[in-house]
C-alpha cells in the first residue's frame, strides 16, 4: 500500500447503479444513534445536579423521595434475602447491591400500563411495581417457580436463562404495536447477556418492527467472574445500538436521576411509534454473582472499594439533603418500612407452607391429559404410603391384573 | 361441495379460516408474507388479511419463537411457521426452555395458546438439513402438545383445533404428503378432537400403528398385506404424539396381540419406544409377540439419493409384519 493514492474521503456522490442507500429514513444521520462514551449522569458524587438537555427532569419533590424509599427498601430486602439464604432459607440467592438506582430509576420512569421482563436479579425493579418480594423470592426458596401475577403488576416472569427474556419483551411490544396501545416494555439484562444470540435477534425484531421496547442493559461488570473486556470488542455495549439502527445511550447507572431521565426519554420515545432504544447503565455489582459465588477469586478488594464510593444511595442522601427534602421524620419513615418490609420477607419465608406435591402436575396444560392424571395418582398412592411405586405410573397394577383377569 | 383438496391447500383453508374467525391469530415467519411461504401454505393470506395479520419476519427461529412468546402474553394467538425441521434447532431454548413451562411456572396464571408449524420428514429429495424428524424432542418436553395429520382432512380439522388450544402445540406437517390430493367437505363436519387416535382401517391379525407421512404408507402396506400375504392390518393413526390416545391404541393391540411401530424418525429414542413400552405396560398379556418398531436408521439422515434405503417403506413394514407373525 505505502505510496499508493489515499481514497478520496470526501467523495459521497451515489455511485452509478443500485440503490447504496441508508435504511434508516433520510432525516436520520446513523451518527446520532451513537452513543458518548461519558455516560448520562445527572447527580454527581456529592449529590450535586447538573442539567442535561435531552434529558430534562420532570420529578416533583414526592418523586425524588420516593425513589430513595424505593433504593432503601431494595437494600434491607436484598440485605434479608442473603441472611435468609446463609439461614438455608434459600437455595441461592442473585443480590442487586449497588444496582438499585440503575433499576428503581428505570423501572419508575415507565407508566403503569407499560411491562417490565426481568432477569432474575431484579428486586428493586419489583419493588418500584408493588409485588410482595417475598413472592419474588419463592423462586428462590424452591417454594414454586413465581409467586405473582404478571398481568397484576405487569411484570414478566423471572428468566434465568440469560437474554431470552429480551424476545419476549420485544414480541410483547410488536403486540402492543399491533393493537395500537400505548404500551410500552421495558427489558433488564446484563452485560453478559450481550453475547447471546436471543440479545441480537430481539433487537433487530424490536428495530425491524419498530417495537416499543427500551432495551436496559445493567452493564454491572462482571457475567458471574467474566470482565466485560471478554464479552464484546465493541467500544461499548450502548454502540451496538447502531447495527440495529436504533439509538444506543450509556448512563450512569449508580445516578438514580439519570437512570430515570433516560429511561423517560426512551419509553416515551418508544411510545410516540420512534422504535426501540438500547440503554447501557454503568453500575456495579456489589455483592457476588449469587450467594454460591466467591467474588474474591476474580476481583480486588481496592476495585469493590472505589465502586462504593459512586454508591447510589448515598449520593441521593446528600442530593435530598442539599435540597432541604430530607427531615428526621422521613428518614424515620424510610427506615420504618424498610424494617418492615424485610420483616415481612422474613416471616413470609419461614412460614411458606411446602408446596403440595400435587401441584406437580395441576399446571402443565390447561386439563390435564390421562397420562400426567395416572402419574398425579401414582404419587398419591406413594404419599398413602401405599405399595411400591409403578413403573408406569398410577394404577398400572390394577390394569394388569384385570388384563391378566381377562386373559386367563 | 365436494372439491379436490391438497394437504397443502388444507393446511391454507385452516389458516385462513382461523384468521378470519378470530382477529388474534397471527401468522408470520421466513417468506410467509407475500411469498406465501415456500410451500405456499400461507399463500395470499397476506393480501387476505394485511401486513399486520401475516408478516415476515428476520432470519432467525429463536427470535420468531421468542416474540411469539411475547405475542401470546399480550393476547394474540401467534402461528409462527418454522420453515423446515432442521432450522428448528435455533429455537430450541425458547420452544422447551419457555413456551412449555410458561404455564407452569406462572401456577396456571398465563396461557400461551401459541402453534409452531414445522414441515417435517423426508422423502422429497431434499438436501441436508431439510428432511428431519424432531418430533421425539418435542414430545419428550412436558407442556407442549404435539399433534401431525395425515391426511388433509385432518390437516385441516386438526389445525384449526391446534390454534383454538390454550396450551402450546407443536404442529408437525408432512411434508412429502403437501400435494396429496382428496375428495373433501370443507370444513368437515363434526372432526374428531386432535389428541384422539383414529383406526384408518379395522383388520384382525397386525396393530399396524402410524402417524404423519407413514399413515399413506401404512395404508398402502395394509393393502399390500392383504393381496400378497393374505394378512389382517389394523392401521391405527395416532394424530397426536402428546398427548398419546392410549385407549384406542390398546384396544386395538388387545384385538390383535400383535403391534408394528412405523416412522421416519431413528429408532434409538423413538416414538416407537414409547409405544412399545406402553404397549407392554398395559396389554401384556394379550401380547403374542413383540412390539417391532420400523423405523429410519440410527444416523443422521441421508443423501438425497440413499433416502429410499432410509426411510420406512411398503416392504420393509411387511417384513416385520411377517416378523411379528412368526412369534
Request: include cysteine; charge should be negative; aromatic fraction near 8%.
Amino acid at each position: 500500500m505505502g505510496d499508493s493514492e489515499e481514497p478520496d474521503r470526501e467523495a459521497n456522490e451515489p455511485h452509478e447503479g443500485p440503490d447504496y442507500r441508508s435504511l434508516l429514513d433520510p432525516d436520520t444521520d446513523p451518527a446520532e444513534l451513537l452513543p458518548n462514551l461519558q455516560p448520562i449522569r445527572l447527580l454527581d458524587r456529592n449529590g450535586q445536579l447538573g442539567e442535561h438537555e435531552a434529558y430534562p427532569l420532570d420529578l416533583k419533590d414526592e418523586d425524588l423521595r420516593t425513589l430513595y424509599r424505593h433504593m432503601v427498601v431494595a437494600r434491607r430486602v436484598d440485605r434479608e434475602a442473603i441472611n435468609l439464604q446463609r439461614q438455608g432459607q434459600l437455595g441461592v440467592y442473585a443480590s442487586c447491591l449497588g444496582q438499585e438506582a440503575a433499576q428503581v430509576g428505570s423501572a419508575y420512569a415507565l407508566a403503569d400500563q407499560d411491562w417490565i421482563f426481568p432477569s432474575y436479579r431484579e428486586l428493586a425493579a419489583g419493588i418500584v411495581r408493588g409485588i410482595d418480594t417475598a413472592g419474588m423470592l419463592q423462586l428462590y426458596r424452591g417454594t414454586w417457580l413465581s409467586d405473582y401475577d404478571p398481568y397484576e403488576f405487569h411484570f414478566a416472569l423471572m428468566a434465568i436463562p440469560i437474554s431470552t427474556q429480551c424476545l419476549h419483551a420485544a414480541g410483547f411490544a410488536m403486540g402492543a404495536r399491533l393493537a395500537g396501545e400505548p404500551v410500552v416494555t421495558l427489558v433488564y439484562f446484563g452485560d453478559g447477556a450481550t453475547s447471546e444470540g436471543d440479545f441480537h435477534e430481539a433487537s433487530n425484531f424490536a428495530a425491524v418492527f419498530q417495537a416499543p421496547c427500551v432495551f436496559f442493559c445493567q452493564n454491572n461488570q462482571y457475567a458471574i467472574s467474566v470482565p466485560l473486556s471478554k464479552q464484546t470488542h465493541a467500544p461499548s455495549i450502548a454502540h451496538k445500538g447502531v447495527g440495529y439502527g436504533m439509538p444506543g445511550r450509556r448512563v450512569d447507572g449508580n445516578d438514580v436521576l439519570a437512570s430515570y431521565a433516560v429511561t423517560k426519554w426512551a419509553s416515551e420515545r418508544a411510545r410516540r411509534g420512534e422504535g426501540p432504544t438500547l440503554i447501557e447503565a454503568l453500575t456495579y455489582r456489589m455483592e457476588a454473582h449469587t450467594t454460591s459465588d466467591d467474588p474474591t477469586r476474580y476481583r480486588t478488594r481496592e476495585e469493590l472499594d472505589y465502586w462504593a464510593t459512586f454508591d447510589p444511595i448515598a449520593r441521593m442522601e446528600k442530593f435530598l439533603k442539599g435540597r432541604d427534602l430530607w427531615e428526621d421524620r422521613f428518614a424515620a419513615a424510610v427506615e420504618d418500612e424498610a424494617r418492615e418490609q424485610s420483616g415481612h420477607v422474613r416471616d413470609q419465608i419461614y412460614d411458606a407452607p411446602h408446596p403440595d406435591p400435587e401441584e406437580l402436575f395441576a399446571h402443565v396444560y390447561v386439563e390435564p391429559p390421562p397420562h400426567l392424571e395416572r402419574q398425579r395418582r401414582q404419587l398419591q398412592a406413594e404419599l398413602a404410603g401405599g405399595g411400591e411405586p409403578a413403573p408406569g405410573g398410577g394404577d398400572l397394577e390394577g390394569l394388569v391384573d384385570a388384563q391378566r383377569r381377562e386373559v386367563l | 361441495m365436494t372439491a379436490t383438496v391438497t394437504m397443502a391447500q388444507a393446511l391454507n383453508r385452516a389458516l385462513h379460516d382461523e384468521m378470519r374467525d378470530d382477529d388474534r391469530v397471527l401468522v408470520f415467519g421466513e417468506d410467509v408474507g407475500r411469498l406465501g411461504g415456500v410451500f405456499r401454505i400461507t399463500d395470499r393470506l397476506q393480501a387476505t388479511f394485511g401486513e399486520e395479520r401475516c408478516f415476515d419476519t428476520p432470519l432467525a427461529e429463536s427470535g420468531i419463537l421468542g416474540t411469539s412468546l411475547g405475542l401470546a402474553l399480550y393476547g394474540f394467538k401467534p402461528v409462527p411457521e418454522m420453515q423446515f425441521d432442521g432450522f428448528t434447532y435455533p429455537g430450541f431454548e425458547q420452544l422447551v426452555s419457555h413456551i412449555a413451562k410458561y404455564r407452569n411456572r406462572s401456577r396456571g396464571t398465563v396461557q400461551l395458546p401459541l402453534t409452531v408449524r414445522i414441515p417435517y420428514g423426508g422423502g422429497i429429495g431434499a438436501v441436508e438439513h431439510h428432511s428431519e424428524s424432531p418430533e421425539s424432542y418435542w414430545v419428550h418436553t412436558a407442556g407442549l402438545k404435539v399433534v401431525t395429520p395425515g391426511t388433509p382432512a385432518d390437516a385441516y380439522s386438526m389445525l384449526r383445533q391446534a390454534i383454538q388450544s390454550p396450551d402450546p402445540v407443536v404442529f408437525l406437517e408432512p411434508k412429502r404428503r403437501y400435494w396429496m390430493k382428496v375428495d373433501v367437505d370443507l370444513p368437515v363436519a363434526d372432526p374428531q378432537p386432535m389428541e384422539q387416535a383414529l383406526v384408518r382401517q379395522p383388520g384382525t391379525d397386525v396393530t399396524l400403528v402410524v402417524y404423519g407421512p407413514m399413515v399413506r404408507t401404512g395404508l398402502e402396506a395394509a393393502a399390500a398385506a392383504s393381496e400378497d400375504l393374505g394378512v389382517s392390518l389394523e392401521v391405527v393413526d395416532l394424530r397426536s404424539l402428546n398427548p398419546l390416545d392410549e385407549d384406542t391404541l390398546i384396544a386395538s393391540v388387545r384385538r390383535t396381540g400383535r403391534c408394528v411401530v412405523v416412522h421416519e424418525a431413528s429408532l434409538t429414542l423413538g416414538m416407537g419406544a414409547e409405544i412399545a413400552a406402553r404397549v407392554q405396560e398395559l396389554a401384556f398379556y394379550h401380547l403374542e409377540a413383540p412390539v417391532l418398531r420400523v423405523t429410519g436408521f440410527d444416523t443422521p439422515y441421508p443423501p438425497a439419493k440413499l433416502e429410499d434405503f432410509w426411510l420406512p417403506d411398503v416392504d420393509r413394514i411387511l417384513d416385520f409384519v411377517e416378523r411379528s407373525l412368526r412369534y
